[in-house]
């Protein structure tokens, strides 16, 4: 075998490589003697079949079966020889391939790129610290409260923070936008769901008043026909309700597991719950920091086929989403869109890559298992969950690579110089629930 290797750029390579026609016809004379034994051919027995028959039934098959393996081995073994690391699956061109001439074929693809990431002692992170407050917890138990108000009627004129239920149809130039009359329709007061204009319209009405008003639609208005246009409205007022909270005593605290009722104990049981939340914030932020740190510090060339590979998991949700809902896809815009997170990602991972074998990180598996058993502690039946990503390695895999993610965050943490942030819980929770994920964008 002979093996010739061109750089056509930084990390494009076209390797040469050539095989002797006797290595060929040994392989396949070798074959055609196994095949002689197995074959069925009309008019001999079994295992009697002469070699001559065989070449000239199975002949060319078997040739095309030894030039596709002796391709495939000869890649691997020269790709070994010389030392290259490939990005992706080479392109294959065939020079020679007839009989007689031997095999010669050209392999194009990329390589890993080679590089040094930057001493992780020149890294500047951010280590962020936050705390629950008892005014925190208090806003908590008013969400709750929120979320289980109930609506009470009323006899008296509407106001903000009521439920208005209304019958109403909206036309345009007379033709009805609305297709027809609504019925039993419920608005919130206040709540800005609908137009603007249109909740004023019904604040200080009383049950059974009939309105009619004219009102322009926002010129980005959704409905393309409709935007920027005026509409005429037609209003019953149906019902006018009040909200009302539950009082925060025993029965309210039942509903949330406390058997005993009592409300310090629903306290403390909201505050682990933050807690828990807040820790997850915390090393979201924290991790987000290193990976910006080691993106920012180290220029990785990125291998074409790599990132393409990215942008396609990243735009798979996207495609099955269009095509669920039966919608047009701008593919350009798309991975317009999305190219800098997959490259993002892409260069992270090289660099994560070098840092885990440079340091010698080695998986932690009681961190896995304690990783497992925090994420299944939100169920109702953690034990079952923690079996079910046990019960299949790709399953784990994901949990395997956040724990290695986060085995890198604290050896940088060590070793870089950090700065401490402090922020109040609703800043940080608010920013987590917009937060990226450790490899995207901040």
Known sequence: MQVAVESTSELNRKMTISVPEDKIRQQVESRLQSLAHKVK??????????????????????????????????????????????????????????????????????????FVPMPLETLEVKRFVSSVEEADIDRMIDQLREQRKTWLDVERPSAEGDKVTIAFEGTHDGVTFTQGRVKDFAVVLGSGYMIPGFEDQLTGQAVGANIEFDLQFPPEYPTENLAGQTGHFVVEIRSIQEPHLPELDADFARLFGIEEGDIQALREDIRVNMEREMNRALKTRAKSSVMDALYDKNTVLLPKVLVQDELNDL???????????KQALDEDTLKGNLEPLAKRRVALSLILGKLIDAHGVKLDPNRVRAAVEELAASYEQPPEVVRWYYAESSRLREIENMVFEDQIVDLIFEKAASTEVSMPFQTLMAGAMTAPSATQPA
């Open 315 to 325: 735009a798979k949700p996207y495609r099955e989403s269009a095509r669920k809902n």
């Open 41 to 114: 051919v009309d008019g001999f027995r079994p295992g009697k079949v002469p070699n001559s028959v065989v070449r000239k039934r199975y002949g060319q098959q078997v040739r095309e079966e030894v030039l596709t393996d002796l391709i495939q081995s000869t890649f691997h073994d020269a790709l070994r020889d010389e030392q290259l690391k490939p990005a992706g699956a080479p392109e294959i061109k065939a020079i020679k391939a007839d009989e007689g001439e031997g095999l010669e074929y050209e392999a194009s693809f990329e390589i890993m790129p080679e």
